[in-house]
């Protein structure tokens, strides 16, 4: 499996870990910590709740941001998900931007797009100005959006926001590299569990429909002398007058002839 996840923000590179007696310590031990952390969440419960656990560890994964927010990409649009501050869910409004917001591009670069903003040097988000006064109000000095692709498929992004200049070193953006990577995965499982129960319901949903019909038909049948097909019409010919669902129409039609008001006043 490849994961693209590419980082050109500059001046980000982390020191080496720090190893005592063989193990682990400081940043890339926290980094490993949080990714098993990640790795014990499960992908089945409901999407929001998974999507704000990753937001939570992206937020410790890079201690002192202002915020994370998670977007995802649901029926090939990109819609937030999960936020961790009022600051950070104030980008949002302006992450998807009439034709292409930065999120968007993020997404479908995979690319991590990076602000300074007290830097006066170009960066990867000037193309954006919008976000970047939206930033500026909410007392935001820097940025960081991480697009999420797993193989070829973009899963969506995750955006961190900073006061100060500090989310940008440190290291702190290839550990949330880092980070997104696994978090990629995680969240396409999400996404498809979720799709998996909504078809589930909806075939339910498809089942009880169906049922309430065909006894609604059986019912006009008896009451008109019809046949099956002509029932069915009667059926549609009132939803279509009410500008009411056909199963409602049914359910209606049954509920009225189980308490014996009669079918024939309901369809005529």
């Not at 990577?181 to 979720?194: D, P, R, S, Y």
């Not at 998996?196 to 008896?222: D, T």
């Amino acid at each position: 499996m490849t994961i693209h996840l590419i980082d050109p923000c500059a001046g980000t590179a982390g020191a080496p870990p720090t190893t005592v007696g063989g193990r682990v310590h400081g940043a890339s031990a926290d980094l490993g910590a949080h990714l098993s952390a990640l790795a014990r969440t499960s992908t089945g419960q409901p999407l929001g709740r998974y999507a704000r656990r990753v937001a939570d560890l992206a937020a410790r994964v890079a201690p002192g941001t202002a915020g994370v927010t998670v977007q995802l990409v649901e029926d090939g649009r990109l819609a937030a998900a999960a936020s961790t501050s009022a600051e950070a869910a104030a980008l949002d409004e302006r992450q998807f931007e009439p034709g292409w917001g930065p999120a968007l591009e993020a997404s479908a670069s995979g690319r991590v797009l990076c602000a300074d903003l007290d830097d006066p040097a170009p960066g990867a988000l000037d193309h954006h100005p919008a976000l970047l006064r939206t930033a500026r109000r909410q007392g935001l000095r820097s940025l960081a959006v991480l697009g999420l692709r797993v193989e070829d498929r973009p899963v969506g992004t995750i955006t961190l926001c900073g006061r100060d200049g500090g989310l940008l070193r440190d290291g702190r953006i290839p550990r949330s590299r880092a980070f997104a990577a696994h978090a990629a995965v995680g969240l396409e499982g999400a996404l498809l569990h979720a799709a998996a129960v909504r078809l589930v319901e909806q075939l339910h949903e498809a089942m009880r429909s169906r049922a309430v019909i065909e006894q609604a038909k059986g019912v006009l049948m008896v009451v008109h002398e019809v046949d099956a097909d002509e029932a069915f019409a009667l059926l549609a010919t009132e939803s279509q007058r009410t500008n009411t669902k056909l199963r409602v129409v049914a359910a209606g039609l049954v509920a009225r002839a189980q308490g014996r008001a009669g079918a024939a006043a309901v369809v005529r």
